[in-house]
């Protein structure tokens, strides 16, 4: 890709400044100067269709004019932008708006708290809260999580690499299997694969020789983003809402990436119909802003004042972002156009796989698409599942950027491509993303390289 030799200076300045530990940067090499709804320019003048959407949160889509003018109305105001957690009116109005979208079961009778502004300070504050109203330490939390990167959230997320040099964790965690059809780790797959993780987490909850001591709460996704796009089935769902309310534990619910229309649904919990005891919310909400809050049910709010404070509490050009960003995905539906969008590209993207042996599994929902890739030449197991490509897939990301397509890896060893488009994607823009998609998986396998 042809670089001007000013983009190349700022990449070469940024790698040797910034930290072993970026990301993004290392997998895009694009010195963004203008975007505008599903397309970002770079620096060299090239346009990229954004199928990452900063990690899921642009749920317009970048600069959408309600947003924008939301954040102008607050600046033109002359309002303090720093208030800590005072009350204002923009933060009464997102209040007012987040609770009018929320599942009735909860919004009936919650607590709003706000915390500082990303999502893994929201997960802290949800595995604090249910801890001291419960008196309990430990936490189920499920294989192929992902809550984010501060101590306690990462101490219930899963990716072993991870956690793996930092020694053991202070929070209590129980591990638990989440449905994986592809790769079941019962080795059945289907339906029978989910209820029999069901039927195991009834046993370690009821056998009073399991070694579960009573946990403060289950911490699960309805959807696993970071985990590979991996959609929970709804009756697992609502298993895991039966089980915690007969035993009574709190069940928290992370919609930091599910939400705000991006699986179909306004919430995720909406497929299954279960209300959980708290949600956890972020991305979206914002309206590309930063902005974190827990929504629980009030009986659980037994915590002190201050008991989860922060500096950054109050981001006010955030909350008008965010309320002008739920009222526009509201009143357009596009929580149902996700659905009729992504139901299209899992179509397209199951005839694709019919063409191309490494794509080994499409799914997902909404617009939380994921293809996982596998060496079409190893050996498949019991469920006709192959071995993971890592390198495959590091082909196919960057044959996409060739194209102008930006997508991300996540899953299991990094081989599952993942699609989040905004929920304002176009039709032609869905047609341009698969044709970009198709002619990347085909350069990628001809490049040959090994799995
Ligand atoms: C489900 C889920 N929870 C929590 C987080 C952490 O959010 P943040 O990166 O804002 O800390 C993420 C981030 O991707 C997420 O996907």
Known sequence: MARTPAVTALLDRQRRRESTARTYARSFPIVPVRAAGMVIEGADGRKYLDCLSGAGTLALGHNHPVVTEAIRRVLDSGAPLHVLDLGTFEKDAFTTELLETLPPGLAAGCKIHFCGPAGTDAVEAALKLTRIATGRDNVLAFTGAYHGMTAGALAVSSNVDVRATLGPSALEVSRLPYPYAYRCPFGIGGDMGAETGARYVETLLTDSHSGLLPPAAMILEAVQG???????????????????????????????????????????????????????????????????????????????????????????????????????????????????????????????????????????????????????????????????????????????????????????????????????ITDEQVEAVLARLADAVGAAERAGLPA
Request: proline share 7%; charged share 25%.
């Open 226 to 424: 970071e985990g590979g796009a991996i959609p929970a089935p709804d009756d697992w769902l609502r298993e895991m809402r039966r089980l915690t309310t007969e035993h009574g534990i709190p069940l928290v619910v992370d919609e930091v990436q599910t939400g705000v229309g991006r699986t179909g649904a306004f919430w995720a919990v909406e497929h299954s119909g279960i209300t959980p005891d708290v949600m956890v919310l972020s991305k979206a909400i914002g309206g590309s802003l930063p902005l974190a809050v827990i929504v629980y049910r009030e009986e659980l709010d037994g915590w002190a004042p201050g008991a989860h404070t922060g500096t950054f509490r109050g981001n006010q050009l955030a909350m008008a972002a965010g309320t002008a960003t739920l009222r526009q995905v509201r009143a357009d539906g596009l929580a149902a156009r996700a659905d009729e969008v992504g139901a299209r590209l899992l179509r397209d993207l199951r005839a694709l796989r019919e063409r191309h042996p490494c794509l080994g599994d499409v799914r997902g929902r909404g617009l939380m698409i994921g293809l996982e890739v596998v060496d079409p030449h190893g050996e498949a197991d019991a469920l006709g599942a192959r071995p993971p490509a890592p390198d495959l897939a590091l082909e196919i990301r960057r044959q996409c950027l060739e194209r102008g397509l930006i997508v991300e890896l996540g899953g299991r060893r990094d081989t599952v491509v993942r699609l989040l488009p905004p929920l304002i």
